[in-house]
């Protein structure tokens, strides 16, 4: 059959947009991923990312794990397999999470693709068009993307320097009842090493938010992803442990072994568990197998623990230099967050500083990046003098150089206003 390639007649260009589902309307880029564009250049420091440091990935341990899994087990460990999981990590999840008192079964255990995935699937099976969720403000940036694709809407409640104001909770729950006519989808919070605020949810505020969620009967989403990453002062239980019947509790190896594995987990009563599963299979079957059988190695042969312990160390410095920086350099007027753990600090400049503008018309041109906070308000009403630094990526030396241009360009705006 004779092909006509006319390649000068007009071809009609599909409007793509037209073509699309009306919840793309809802979808935000994430001002963290387009600022790791920008942050390639490796002149710029970037306080940007939450990355993990690459100077303590354990790579020679997964290339051993890489090597004993495709030679054991490659038939396995190659092949499709279950959408909960491999079975043997699972258990170690379940027996390792009892150390915090996180009740959970094997079979109550689903393996994700990082708990971003996590976040997708909460929003897949809970979240109507204009349904309101319950967060802090500032919360976390990747949750908020999650849920405006499913079209969520947001009442939020103050984070101050012990984390959630809880005593907010009762008032945001009957807003939302008032706005929709229904009650929230669920009450998510951050308690240990709040990203982006740094902040620690303390015991009595954890009891009382179950207290509250048990009597609004509303269901609580925890995200845990640095509960490991403790540097200082004694770990607190988790909320699951004491309201476990309406508690989804989400983990994940990003900042334990590495991100590039994307693998996480969700705990959940075994009632929700069946509807997590389904929508899973209908996202991408299950997550891979080969990532479940190398991080399982790495696991078992009791590597993981010693790991964390060396990342605390390394972590533990990065903090302190840069609190110490921030001390040095910065004017008086501003302050931060001193986080017990994790990978974040928030930082206050005075209000004649906005912070998205500084970003773009001072730091990046002194070769510093960081994110501005109104990106983590879900309804953009505050943050604006506020940024999200992180402490893990950058090495000590360059953390100094990197607070340093920020401060000098403080003072000089300040003293330009």
Known sequence: MEVNNDLDRDIPVLDWESHLAERTKFMRSSAIRELLKITQDPEIISFAGGLPAPDVFPIREVEEACTFVVREMGKKALQYSATEGYGPLKEFLADSMHKY????????????????????????????????ILTGRPTYLGAIQAWQAYQARFHTMRVDEKGMVV????????????????????????????????????????????????????????????GQLRYEGEDIPPICTLIPERTIYLGTFSKTMAPGLRLGWIVAPESLMRRLIQAK???????????????NDICQRGILKPHIKKIRRVYKKRRDTMLDALAEFWPAECHWTDPEGGLFLWANVPESIDTNTFLREKALLEKVAYVPGINFYPNADGGNTAMRLNFSYAKPDVIVEGIKRLGIALKKELAGK
């Open 101 to 132: 008192g996180v009740p959970a079964l094997p079979e109550n255990v689903l393996l994700t693709n990082g708990s971003q995935q996590a976040l997708d699937l909460i929003g897949r099976i809970f979240i109507d068009p204009g349904r309101f």
């Open 167 to 226: 005593d907010e909770i009762e008032h945001a729950y009957e807003k939302a009842v008032q706005d929709s006519g229904r009650p929230p989808a669920f009450l998510y919070v951050l308690p240990n090493f709040h990203n982006p605020a740094g902040t620690t949810l303390p015991l009595e505020r954890r009891i009382k938010l179950a207290e509250v969620a048990t009597k609004l009967d509303i269901a609580v989403v925890e995200d845990d992803p640095y």
């Open 281 to 295: 299979q209908g996202c991408d079957l299950h997550t891979g197998t080969l990532v479940q059988y190398i991080a």
